[in-house]
């Protein structure tokens, strides 16, 4: 007897299908969109073991979302990055009246919701019929359609053409469970798919999509000046786009003109460029505007970069080696 595609991949989901992923057992859009924005740049796993729980616990309604502090908000995404994430689901719960839109179309108009993660929400939540299309769905349409091309337009065609719209919500997780355990980007177990019968990339995956230009990732050479006050260190509240909102110390290329002590020296990769810093410790007489200050142990409450963390432990060690 011969199954079609859809066939063959809603039986392979039955047996091998990731059931037990919280937000699966749940028809509650709100625990399902805080897990869809969470899974956008981050692994299953990071996001299960550190970050999914602690934050439903702290926010478990979208109006206990709407009603919190920004910094709060922060504060429990630190660590996951991308944290124009954070901001835009606070924004987005104070533009719902406590509820979620009910379709694609109206999630699509809050921040930070593109077309598959409203997709995703509407069909897990709703049971809209919609396919979604992740970064593993990506790969195995450009697979399962020999579709060299990175274009993104004409994959969402393909999308709806692979799409069983009878069973919106199976069809979506059985495709994410193929790409996260099956269609690996660099060694997919082709032999154990459920599309090998149909799939027209199988005979060389690794073609489809064309390999992404490799950009070389910049170092940003910078220095961090810590400014001390008795036992309080100056942070500012950043209002630039890259970790927007986040806490900091002052970053400069130039040093300023008074004595300074040599603390350490900080890498931190960023998605898009690595940071590279020396670290010096300072009087307050030369600190620029806008700065609070705090002490070590005020500074565990506030949302801060992994680089400042590093700062951080920087500072508490000299504490430690000065009061010797």
Known sequence: M?????????????TNGRHDLPWRMTNDPYPIYISE???????????????????????????????????????????????????????A???????????ASELMKLPGIGQSTAHAVAAFAYREALPIMDANVKRILHRYFAFEERNDKKLWEYAYTLFDPAHPFEYNQAMMDVGATICYPKKPLCGLCPFEDTCQGKSSPLTYPSPKIKKIKPIRVRNII???????????????????????????????????????????????????????????????????????????TLS?????????????QDQKTSHH
């Open 2 to 14: 011969k199954f079609s595609p859809q066939q063959s991949l809603f039986r392979w989901y039955e």
């Open 226 to 300: 810590v400014y001390q006050k008795e036992n309080t260190y100056a942070l500012i509240q950043r209002q630039t786009r890259f970790l927007s909102g986040l806490w900091g110390f002052y970053e400069s290329e130039e040093l300023p003109d008074t004595r300074l002590k040599v603390l350490g020296e900080v890498t931190q990769h960023y998605s898009h460029f690595t940071l590279q810093a020396d670290v010096f410790l300072c009087d307050e007489s030369s600190l620029p505007e806008g700065y609070e200050w705090f002490s070590l142990e005020e500074m565990t």
């Open 93 to 103: 719960s104070r533009l719902c009246s406590g509820e979620l839109p009910k379709s």
């Open 37 to 91: 924005v969470m899974l956008q740049q981050t692994q299953v796993k990071t996001v299960l073991e550190r970050f999914y729980f602690p934050f439903l616990e702290k926010f478990p309604t979208l109006s206990a979302l709407a009603e919190a502090d920004v910094d709060d908000v922060l504060k429990m995404w630190e660590g996951l990055g991308y944290y124009t994430r954070a901001r835009n689901l606070h924004a």
């Open 304 to 316: 801060l970069s992994r680089a400042d963390h590093k700062v951080i432990a920087q500072i508490a």
